[in-house]
């Protein structure tokens, strides 16, 4: 069955603007509540976590996502601003039905959406989803007074989320010496990163910190990294940590400024992992870089590509059995440390394998060496079938060829407007550019 309403991570569009409206996501909560309460037992009453980031919707998403909830005959518990995997990793912690996040992850402040984890702190599954969306097309009604929801507030949650994250790193390790400047994209873990590594012994400066309803990512944060390379420098950081607004991203900046993208980071942490212990598989997507399928074929470990999207690296990890994967643009999952991509505890991962290693990030990633990328999208006819257009097929056959085992080619669609994106990896970049303009000519002709 198509979904309607959920896309890869959850709802989520223009406040304002269906769906992401206050009847609506009321209307959510309660078709969310009824199908929790068809999960439990007769004698059990449902409880759900929320927890938002700083945007000033989420107030008037909260409310309405509460009231929704408690109409269903489901109590409720709100955490306020908290990260994304602080909600799944409360939710397990506390033992409770579901959790839910009030977020539009790294997107301006005018957007908004709600994504919902498993009582296991994972994402909720595709039937389980498909369950809501069929219930959201019943008429809403309420359960007895006596039987509405109650809601009451989780003080101590940042409390809770600090001491978890502190615990996935190694006990016989501390970060004192250090210089870190934490960017928290004025997003949910301003009050709540720069504590958790100051707490292990580093030096915090952080920046990002100051939200105000309407800044969160703005010009600051992982999709904008120039603030904090700046910040380094200007400090003589050794690192900085850049979060997005529901800190399940991460990218890092050394001492010189230089960024690292979640390709490199999570080559970092596979190499740590390796010196200690074999290393079964890695997943990334189709957009990671080339350069870490080498180097990981190099080093005798399996690599497999997951559809773009965290959401599906988890999936093909847990079909594997896997531990670590990733993306580029910094979602990382460490499966033995939590359920979901964390950018807290991926950063943890990130310098304890510095620790350990008494390496810099430059040293540690010197012998993997990215591969350009050059991406041209390519607008196209709505419905326009570029898998039977034989002069691209041709044309990316002759690129592949050309290549061998010194590039890739990778063609797809686009999910929310009539375009083809056409990427090149090759070890240089003219020869990516050449062959992505090359190939981008062909569609259509």
Request: charged share 20%; proline share 4%; aromatic share 4%.
């Amino acid at each position: 069955m198509t979904r309607k309403y959920f896309g890869t991570d959850g709802v989520r569009g223009r406040v304002g603007a269906a769906p992401i409206t206050p009847d609506f996501v009321m209307k959510l909560g309660y078709a969310a509540g009824r199908v929790l309460a068809r999960a439990e037992s007769a004698s059990t009453r449902p409880t759900v976590l929320i927890g938002k980031d700083t945007r000033i919707s989420g107030y008037m998403l909260e409310a309405a996502l509460q009231s929704g909830l408690a109409a269903a005959g489901v109590d409720v518990m709100l955490a306020g601003p908290v990260p994304t995997p602080a909600v799944a990793y409360l939710t397990r912690a506390l033992r409770l039905s579901a959790g839910v996040v009030i977020s539009a992850s790294h997107n301006p402040y005018a957007d908004n959406g709600i994504k919902f984890f498993s009582a296991q702190g994972n994402k909720l599954p595709d039937a389980v989803e498909t369950a809501i969306e069929a219930q959201i097309e019943e008429p809403m009604a309420c359960v007895a007074s006596e039987h509405l929801g109650r809601a009451r507030r989780l003080d101590d949650a940042a409390g809770r989320y600090i001491e978890f994250c502190k615990s996935t790193f190694p006990n016989e390790l501390d970060l004192r010496g250090l210089t870190l400047v934490v960017d928290s994209a004025h997003g949910a873990a301003y009050h709540i990163a720069p504590h958790v590594f100051h707490e292990l012994g580093a030096e915090v400066i952080a920046i990002g910190n100051q939200p105000n309803g309407l800044n969160i990512n703005d010009g600051v944060g992982a999709t904008s990294p120039e603030a904090l390379a700046t910040a380094v420098r200007a400090n003589r950081a050794h690192l900085g940590i850049a979060l997005d607004g529901d800190a399940d991203r991460l990218l890092m900046v050394d001492a010189g400024g230089r960024l690292y993208n979640g390709d490199e980071l999570l080559y970092v942490m596979v190499k740590d992992r390796l010196a200690s212990a074999p290393v079964q598989g890695v997943v990334g997507t189709l957009m990671t870089n080339m350069a870490l399928e080498v180097a990981l074929r190099r080093m005798g470990i399996e690599f497999a590509r997951a559809k773009v999207g965290d959401r599906y690296v988890l999936e093909l990890l847990q079909q594997r059995n896997w531990i670590l994967g990733g993306e580029g643009s910094g979602h990382l999952l460490c499966l033995d440390r939590h359920t979901t991509g964390d950018g807290i505890v991926s950063a943890l991962q990130v310098l304890s394998a510095l620790r350990r290693s008494g390496k810099t990030l430059a040293e540690c990633t010197a012998d993997m060496q990215l591969y350009p990328q050059s991406l041209v999208n390519v607008r196209v006819a709505p419905g326009f079938d570029w898998q039977t257009d034989a002069g691209l097929r041709e044309e990316k056959q002759a690129a592949e060829r050309e290549l061998g085992d010194d590039g890739r080619v990778l063609i797809r669609a686009s999910g929310t407007e009539p375009l083809l994106r056409v990427m090149v990896e090759a070890r240089d970049a003219d020869t990516a550019g050449r062959m992505a303009r090359r190939i981008a000519g062909r569609i259509g002709a």
